[in-house]
């Protein structure tokens, strides 16, 4: 039996299913075509039948990477006790991953005492159907993942194929250009954005640094290429959300360095793939596939190179610096931007403070020592006062109690939404005076609004519980209450950020989620 009745369809479509060739869907993998098979299952299963049915799709994503907003959305809901059965198509639709799929499988749904159904695969949680057992699912999550990695090598073969034959193949064309109607694999001059990027190598072969060409494009109200792209193709997304767009030095330098602008298609300077690990791989220059007059230049080759030599960056000398291990930790954030913020003078400011003449990033500095003396004092007693309070009282039974108190009231409401329901019908049938049913159904309004009050009390308890007493929780508390002296890995280890806004303003943000419940402070 299911512990709720609630079926969670899993659909999943990736890029290697989508084109054929032709530049249409494989009709066996489509989202249409496992949409109907899983349907038909749950239809025809007496007991899938009568429960309701949710549906989680990711199209276009690959099956080696978890990471997927339709899946995490699915598990979260999982995690809440909102799903009894998760259904797929078959075991490649929930991952090409066998020890990923695997761990699901035998370990994750169980544990959260969730059925999982793989149509195709004839497998069954919930007494696993056919003799197949446990070896032979293995063996098939096996067979999915080296099928997975071979059809990763032949599109990626294919793809230098046509790169060495001066296809561009990016997802979407490079600021200044747009794709060609006729050709989506041939890029074409966008006239707007193309003036933008002139004015970059000009400037920069007349000698103005990457931070002045990055301010006068600010104070000229020039749209960031992110931003640009963003208005012409709404399927374009950039994963900087929440960080306010401004041109930048690195922006501005990544420009200057692309060999797109004098004409050229460059391929093959990265690879992430599952041969890589999913890890970013870059490449040596003799690696790269570079084809000559592919597509109008934008600038010349000489305007190119001037450019770059006076926009060459001063390289600092590391030498006898052990840079093994190193991980840079951001803490301090601008305010305004949400950029991370640098030290510079013995002061904290916003990296972006130079991008602008009139930006608000210029405000966001404090005096370092005066800085982390403030926070210092701030978390120090904020970290007391949360220890005390998830110690003061035994925080698994008064969770516990609330839970018990929002199921009761939750299971009240509907008993008096269905009265109500009962009482309409038999007033609408002449059952009962109109009078009679407004008196019965007034006092049940006024019953109703109780419980929502009740109820918010109660999530609102269980919100401000989450995560008190936790062990990670408190350790992270215990180590910045017992701070005498500035330390950025103990302060991160309770702290998402810290917001910098300037003359004396900042705002912490502790870690939310499982550990404090979140929230600014």
């Known amino acids: 039996m299911m512990k709720v009745d609630v079926v969670a369809k899993y659909i999943r479509l990736s890029d290697e299913d989508v084109d054929t060739g032709r530049g249409v869907k494989q009709e066996s993998n489509s989202v249409v075509s496992q949409r109907r098979l899983l349907d038909g299952f749950i239809e025809g299963d007496a007991g899938l039948g009568r429960c309701r049915v949710l549906e989680f799709c990711d199209d276009g994503f690959s099956g080696t990477d978890f990471r997927r907003p339709g899946f995490e959305g699915m598990m979260e809901a999982v995690k809440r006790g909102e799903i009894g059965c998760v259904i797929v198509k078959d075991f490649s639709r929930l991952g090409r991953d066998y020890i990923e799929v695997g761990s699901y499988l035998e370990q994750i749904f169980p544990l959260m005492e969730v059925r999982c159904i793989s149509v195709n695969d004839h497998y069954d949680s919930e007494g696993v159907l056919g003799t197949d057992g446990g070896l032979n699912v293995a063996f098939k999550n096996l067979i999915n993942m080296l099928y997975s990695r071979d059809l990763s090598k032949k599109i990626r073969s294919a793809q230098m194929a046509r790169a060495r034959k001066g296809e561009y193949l990016g997802g979407f064309a490079r600021y200044g250009y747009e794709k060609s109607p006729e050709d989506k694999h041939r890029l074409v001059v966008d006239p707007e ?8 190598f000009t400037m920069a072969a007349d000698g103005v640094t990457v931070s002045g060409i990055a301010r006068y494009l600010n104070d000229n109200g020039v749209l960031t290429c992110v931003e640009y792209k963003q208005g012409k193709d709404s399927r374009y997304q950039h994963p900087g959300g929440g960080v306010k767009k401004l041109w930048g030095p690195q922006s501005v330098r990544s420009i200057l360095s692309d060999e797109t602008y004098i004409g050229k298609v460059v391929w093959n300077r990265s690879e992430k793939s599952i041969t890589t690990g ?15 007059g592919q597509h109008e230049p934008l600038v010349s080759e000489e305007l190119f190179a001037l450019a770059n030599e006076r926009a060459k960056p001063k390289k600092r000398d590391r030498s006898g610096v052990d840079m093994s291990g190193f991980k840079r930790e951001v803490l301090f954030v601008c305010g305004y931007c949400g950029r991370s913020m640098v030290k510079k003078n013995h002061k904290y400011c916003c990296r972006y403070r130079t991008c ?31 220890l005390g309070n998830s110690r003061r009282k035994d ?3 008064e969770w516990e109690a ?28 002449g059952g009962m005076s109109r ?37 990670e929780g408190e350790a992270a508390l215990e180590g910045i ?34 550990m404090f419940g979140g929230g600014d402070s």
């Open 481 to 514: 209450a017992a701070l005498r002296e500035f330390d950025k890995g103990v302060l991160r280890k309770g702290i998402e950020r810290i917001r910098v806004f300037g003359e004396g303003r900042i705002e912490v943000v502790w870690k939310g989620g499982d």
């Open 356 to 386: 602008g003449t009139d930006t608000e990033c210029r405000r966001a500095v404090e005096d370092m020592e005066k800085l982390e003396g403030s926070v210092m004092e701030y978390v120090r007693k904020t970290a007391e006062v949360m």
């Open 402 to 429: 609330l839970g018990r108190k929002l199921e009761s009231l939750r299971r009240e409401k509907e008993r008096i939404s269905a009265e109500k329901m009962f009482l309409y019908d038999k007033y609408r049938s």
């Open 395 to 397: 925080v698994e039974a």
């Open 435 to 471: 009078e009679q049913f407004v008196g019965r159904t007034g006092s049940m309004g006024v019953r109703v609004e109780e419980i929502g009050k009740e109820m918010g009390e109660a999530e609102d308890g269980i919100e401000r519980l989450k995560g008190c007493g936790s062990q």
């Open 193 to 200: 954005a193309a003036e933008v990027v002139r004015k970059i």
């Open 278 to 292: 999913k890890r970013m791989l870059w490449h040596d220059r003799s690696e790269w596939v570079v084809v000559d």
